[in-house]
């Protein structure tokens, strides 16, 4: 005899609290643990795998749906039933692969699409994997959500960083030039003033004319000007 797997013996545990004194043999637990197993199959692969993911979602929340609307009120036929003709059935339920077959084998609808109510208990478990499912689906969407939004984030940061830095060195280069630029002037303003100052210093003096002296421009030797006055005769 097979080993009852940790999945099989918690869910015993959790039928002998719900039903005290209501006993449960190993055969009926491993048969409910196989069913469980069928069922989930018919989940995935036989919907999650074939179809899309927005497809499979759908599907499976339409099923979800209808199971619960009869658990919730099994006695009401319009739970019952379904039009195969209704656009959402048909998008939801028909048209995707394996969603009908679910609902055939674990809704026990008949194939003129009828709520089997004998099938109560099978149908009570399917609703529950179907939960398990969306609920474990849903979650993941969430995850890959949040860690889209972080990747998004973390390569806006990224980008932000770099434009900064570009700014930033766009910055530092307009500083360095505009440095560069007063240095180079006040060189080429020092090496003109150098210039001048040796052209200056290396330029002849201007010579001076000799002032004129007074008088009529005689000098002291002419003999023929009477009005020059002549020197005394020397005399021993």
Sequence with gaps: M?????????EAAARRHSNTGAGVSGSQLMQEHEKRQHFRRLIDPGIVRPNSKQVAMDSLK???????????D????????????NDTIKRRLIQPKGALEYALEVMNFQSY???????MEDL??????????????TEKEGREQRNMEQQKAA?????QNVKLAFLDDRRTKTMLDQRERELREARESARGTQGAAAALATSP???QSPSPMPGLGYTLTTVDNPDVDQPPPYHD
């Excluded at 979800?64 to 919730?72: F, H, Q, Y």
């Excluded at 390569?155 to 980008?159: L, S």
């Design 2 to 10: 097979t080993t009852p797997t940790a999945e099989v013996l918690a």
């Design 62 to 72: 339409t099923l979800t749906t209808m199971a619960e609307n009869i658990l919730r």
């Design 74 to 85: 099994p006695d009401n036929p319009k739970y019952q039933t379904f039009k195969h003709e």
């Design 113 to 119: 699409y009828v709520f089997n109510a004998s099938k």
């Design 124 to 137: 009570r478990m399917g609703a529950a994997i179907l939960r398990e499912v969306l609920d474990r689906e």
């Design 155 to 159: 390569a806006a940061a990224a980008a």
């Design 205 to 207: 003096s201007p010579e």
